[in-house]
């Protein structure tokens, strides 16, 4: 392997810096500011050949293996909500961004910063989640770090879990891979892990309790690569939700996306409880929602597996790729009118995940 | 691969919940505590055939390459210390782990937790060390995690790396591989990089200042490897010090490792801050420093390729491994008494690395 792409010249200190001396909570929010901090500190300074910004995780080649390689770290406010808890995103999360590069799922490592004073007990409850989303994942925890932080410097506790995932040769599922024509699907309803930690959060309750959407997306994938459809590119529906994640790819791939609103898949409880707190459930965080662009005469064939994957998700094709506007998202409404779709440009749901 | 080895009956909640209710600075020193939490807690919920409670990394075997996988947060207070910073640190900590497990450190993750209105700046300082480091490593950066959480839930940043490096197939280092007769070496003095980083705390200055001695420990693992010296087993000495590394690959092979004290090399000025600050420097952590444990016969060549390495450094020969006491580490001082040496208790120097 070679380093000497870090030989370029050091990189100047970016304008971004001045225009926005402090991180703010936006920042993380996985919209445009967290966007402009990774094109203008990172992807810079980290520069090289294998520096992914564009997806879930890199791809990488070592002694003949084709491996995908990712990490997140876990900050959800509060810890336990409905549906699951840190443990259970910190495997799915980390999980789902293996498959989204088109990998099985493999391995995973664990490290824990732990507030001082934390109960052990929920600490016992958090690895219980995680023994069991990794059962349900089909993934190993081989390695892990524990650190403690004074009170007052965390808020209970934070995960990080990285993942090495086994990728087929041959197999090229990223933006650059999506094509005019491509048909969009969307492998069920949207909102609802978002509306979980955010009612539990602010003490919130629905007439029908809503849990969070959290899963592992593995199996689905590995379905549809082994009946053989030519999956073009997947993303999961974390942060910034649906429309940031449409607007990513748009704009990676420096094509249109047309998506048809009324067919976005959403429970009438998320659209209530949406509608009472002001958000858009366009933003709103998923943690077992994806999207998965293929060829459209595989369309219908791509619903079929993911329904058979998931019988009690309905998936459905939501729009389109085209050459039209290049790097835009627009969004057909219920009146047939026609909006264009940006990032999230503030903070929607901050800690969500 | 078979995940059945989750399959066995979920285990009890142990005991050691109710004895510890709540989660303390000891708990994260390296020492005695925390490795109750991972004995107690993860080791049985996380329980399967790869899983590696007693070594840096977990070895792995995908589509036939030998891996090595880790991971470690990084929770430094204060960020920049003389000599590094908590980029430096997140790099090399790393990139170290995979090189005690034998193996050619190549791809790194990196997720940052940042903490709402930390300086921009600061981070670009941060980010510009770990390039510098990476370097210096010959290691990428290939992916990477930011997290923003609310003012007071963070310490300005934390970062958690986790690495990928290849390893030779056949070779095994572990402490299970170590044998009576080893000899033990260590690359250099010790003590200097938890003395820079709590004078800076502390807000102390002595006469010499002293620097961290973090630096990438692939290089010299690798020169080993290539000379064909038959290594046992490397451990960095970081939390718990050089005493605590000890002790663990004594418990952990099960053999008596003596060890004879005046010949451990420690500067003169870090023994000064060390008695001033009441720390005893077999305890302090570094980031720079590791043990090798080799067949006695190759003792010298290993001092004299260690010495080749680092021209600033005087590696030495610090003791032998036993089939004495099984379990134990003794030390012989100065007046030529053996006393049984222990894992950290406490706390000695939260937050060091």
Not at 23 to 34: D, F
Not at 48 to 54: A, R, V, W
Request: negative net charge.
């Amino acid at each position: 392997m070679s380093v000497d792409s870090y030989r370029d010249q050091e990189p100047g200190r970016p304008d971004v810096l001045a225009e926005h001396p402090h991180i703010s909570i936006a920042h993380g929010s996985g919209g445009r500011l967290m966007h402009q901090l990774i094109d203008n500190v990172f992807a810079p300074l980290f520069k090289n050949p294998d520096f992914e910004s564009q997806h879930d995780g890199a791809l990488l080649e070592i002694a003949g293996a084709k491996l995908a390689f990712t990490t997140d770290s876990y900050v959800v406010n509060p810890l336990f909500f409905p549906g699951g808890d840190i443990g259970t995103l910190a495997v799915c999360g980390t999980v789902n961004d293996l498959a989204m590069c088109g990998a099985r799922p493999l391995y995973l490592c664990a490290s824990f910063i732990i507030e001082e004073g934390f109960p052990t007990d929920s600490l016992w409850r958090i690895a219980l989640s995680m023994r069991q989303a990794a059962m349900k994942a089909g993934v190993h925890i081989v390695s892990g770090d524990t650190k403690v932080v004074d009170r007052g410097c965390g808020d209970g506790v934070y995960i990080t879990t990285s993942g090495v995932g086994l990728v087929n040769q041959g197999l090229e599922i990223s933006p650059r891979a999506v094509k005019p024509g491509d048909a969009i699907i969307i492998n069920g309803d949207i909102g609802r892990h978002g509306i979980a930690v955010m009612s539990q959060r602010e003490g919130l309750s629905f007439e029908t309790r809503i849990e969070s959407d959290c899963a592992p997306l593995g199996a689905p994938v590995m379905q549809l690569l082994e009946k053989g459809i030519d999956i073009h590119c997947l993303r999961d529906l974390t942060r910034g939700g649906l429309a940031t994640t449409l607007v990513e790819i748009a704009e990676s791939s420096c094509l249109h996306i047309g998506i048809d609103d009324r067919k976005v898949p959403i429970r009438d409880e998320v659209l209530g409880a949406c509608e009472m707190l002001g958000l858009d459930p366009m933003y709103v965080a998923n943690e077992g929602r994806f999207v998965a662009f293929v060829p459209a005469r595989e369309a219908e064939q791509t619903v079929a597996i993911l329904g058979d994957c998931s019988p009690d998700l309905t998936p459905v094709i939501i729009g389109e790729v085209s050459d039209g506007e290049r790097g835009v998202v627009t969004m057909k409404s219920i009146i047939d009118a026609e909006r264009i779709v940006d990032m999230l440009s503030g903070e929607q749901l901050p800690r969500i995940c």
